[in-house]
């Protein structure tokens, strides 16, 4: 998860404030990054979760990891949600900042903050939707989930006998009948929360470097 940017953009609680402007904005800015930080922790703690549960034990343990990353998404899309209405009443103030040098830098920042805080939301959407997933489908142990393939394929080279060679729906395979494990969908979720994840970086670079020039005039 991103990690490289985080004290710096943590820097901005060093400013002295001088106006109820100031304070304001100040105090909006803190609350989001300190949502935004936060969240990348629950996003590392999500990964984390999913790359190491073993859905496929039994009913018990399904149920139980699933619970522990239905709360994770709940605390991340509920804070990721917060961090965008924060920086939208961010933005309604920045109109009454008379510099449009400093107005402009603000508003840099703010949109830097609120994108990350935007792609932290969508990730936890699509935690939802795995979420909803895993709830409905039941633990394949490998013995049995070996077993579905070697039946697909056995099933698949029977059609393949009573059709022309040149009938490509024959060619799709067992992986369109056998769906993976649920340990293997959510291993593969996790890699997909680290790579999708990597491009909050960017926005907390470009935010961090706007803390400077936009709160100068505090």
Not at 143 to 160: C, G, K, L, P, Y
Not at 177 to 201: C, F, G, H, M, Y
């Amino acid at each position: 998860m991103p990690s490289s940017t985080s004290a710096p953009l943590r820097e901005i609680g060093r400013i002295h404030v001088t106006t109820p402007l100031c304070k304001s904005l100040v105090g909006d800015a803190v609350r989001a990054i300190n949502i935004e930080t936060e969240n990348n922790e629950r996003l590392a703690l999500a990964e984390h979760t999913l790359k190491s549960a073993d859905l496929d034990s039994n009913q018990l343990v399904k149920h139980s990891v699933v619970a522990d990353i239905t709360r994770q998404y709940v605390t991340l899309r509920a804070a990721a949600v917060e961090g965008n209405g924060i920086m939208r009443d961010f933005l309604k103030i920045t109109k009454t900042v008379a510099s449009e040098e400093q107005r402009a830098d603000l508003i840099s920042f703010a949109e830097a903050l609120d994108g990350a805080l935007h792609r932290q939301k969508v990730l936890s959407d699509d935690l939802g939707r795995l979420i909803a997933y895993l709830d409905a489908h039941e633990p394949v142990d490998k013995d049995t989930h070996d077993s579905m393939i070697f039946h697909a394929i056995v099933e698949q080279n029977d059609r393949r006998l009573s059709h022309s060679i040149f009938d490509q729906r024959n060619y799709f395979g067992p992986a369109a009948n056998v769906p993976d494990q649920l340990s293997t969908i959510a291993k593969n979720a996790s890699e997909e929360i680290r790579t999708r994840a990597e491009p909050l970086e960017s926005d907390e670079i470009a935010a961090a470097t706007r803390i400077d020039p936009a709160f100068a005039g505090c």
